[in-house]
């Protein structure tokens, strides 16, 4: 098993880290205390773009674990990233001491989080080969905190390596997305992705088919709705809303679901992780006696930022969701366009394909124009930290009117 297996459909960009790794083998391999030369394969900074789906962390993280492989297989000639060794076990597993990949908890990345980052990076790393930095969601970096890392990929240590994701080079600083490579992921085949559920999830055949269909080759969520019931059972639901919105109180109603299914989902994230987090750190700092026990005097501020974590992690689940769910009636409504223009495009709801034709019957192509605008300016007001409830009534009283 290579790094690279679970990055579906992206051999062109597989073979251009594959290079660059073995590049920066070859540094490491030398000795060389100097920073990539610019004729490498190997860089400092990294911009991974895509849309939603394709990859762009498993890349990321791919290629973290074959800058650290130690595999002996590379002095007969092996590109890095066998997969088995300790250097990618621990990096594809996200224990490795030089691998930090941060996940913006909350809607933004700030300027206090971007500054530890970047102290980070100015240390050697422990393993002596690199200090992988991986940044998930660049996108979400505030105009501060781009700033603060502008210094820190302009200069970087000799052994750092810089590796952001962003959806495009548009939602990154300029002055950021000048100094890093750039690698473009696209959206890997529905047949691709039905094939890493089976292979690597052992999800059905007719069931992988069908979720990875459904999602359009966005491979992630297409693992959750082939492997969780409740997925699909939130999926069905969106679904459900074009019939729902024919008067105002159905509008109201279904919003109110919407908004409901998407807090449910995060606060099943939070009775996942949230307990488990705040008892390793109680334990950390000394609590004895169990959960409620008392806390060594000075600690409760630490325990207050943990909670101030969780709440903003807990809102941003509650917004990715609400987004997912936007996305499934968005497909919703192409396939009703696709009916009413008379395309032979391939359905991503054939489950609903009854509601599907029924909408497209008595409606016009401009109707379902309006109201796919109406679905993306709900995430646009999502983003802009409109209240979900509001947003998402505007969106369902918009969808009536048609």
Not at 49 to 62: D, E, N
Request: hydrophobic fraction near 40%.
């Amino acid at each position: 098993m290579a790094v690279w297996d679970d990055l579906v459909g992206q051999d062109r960009v597989v073979e251009q880290l594959t290079a660059a790794a073995r590049d920066a083998d070859a540094l490491v391999t030398a000795g060389s205390g100097a920073p990539p030369d610019p004729g490498s394969s190997m860089t400092h900074a990294w911009l991974f773009t895509g849309p939603p789906g394709s990859g762009l962390v498993t890349a990321a993280r791919a290629f973290g674990a074959a800058l650290q492989c130690t595999s002996p297989d590379r002095a007969l000639g092996a590109a890095p990233g066998c997969g088995f060794c300790e250097g990618c076990h621990t990096a594809l597993i996200g224990t490795h001491a030089d691998i930090e990949v941060v996940r913006p908890e909350g809607l933004s990345l700030g300027v206090k989080d971007t500054r530890d980052l970047v102290r980070r990076s100015s240390m050697s790393p422990a393993g002596g080969r690199w200090q992988v930095i991986v940044i998930e969601d660049a996108d979400r970096l505030t105009e501060g905190a781009g700033n603060v890392l502008l210094k820190a990929v302009e200069e970087p240590a000799p052994r750092t390596v810089w590796l952001l994701c962003a959806p495009s080079v548009v939602d990154v600083l300029p002055t950021i997305r000048s100094r890093c490579r750039l690698l473009v992921l696209r959206t890997p085949s529905v047949e691709a992705v039905a094939d890493v559920l089976v292979r690597r999830d052992g999800v059905d055949p007719e069931r992988a088919a069908a979720a990875a269909q459904a999602t359009q080759g966005h491979i992630e969520r297409a693992r959750r709705l082939a492997t969780d019931e409740q997925a699909r059972a939130r999926r069905s639901a969106v679904l459900r809303i074009p019939l729902q919105v024919g008067d105002v109180g159905g509008c109201l109603k279904a919003a109110q679901q919407l908004v409901d299914s998407a807090t449910d989902d995060a606060k099943q994230v939070a009775e996942e992780v949230d307990s488990k987090e705040t008892e390793e750190l109680r334990a950390a700092l000394g609590a004895s006696g169990g959960p409620g026990s008392r806390l060594p005097r000075g600690t409760a501020g630490i325990m207050k930022d943990l909670e101030t974590r969780q709440k903003k992690r807990s809102t941003r689940t509650q917004r990715d969701t609400l987004d997912l769910a936007l996305l499934d009636l968005l497909s919703f409504y192409r396939d009703v366009l696709t009916v009413q223009m008379g395309a032979s495009a391939r359905s991503a709801n054939t489950e609903v394909r009854d509601s599907v034709e029924r909408i497209a019957s008595s409606s016009a192509p401009e109707n379902t124009l309006r109201r796919m605008e109406a679905v993306l300016e709900c995430r646009r007001a999502l983003d802009r930290n409109v209240a979900p409830l509001l947003a998402v009534e505007a969106m369902t009283l918009a969808l009536r009117a048609g």
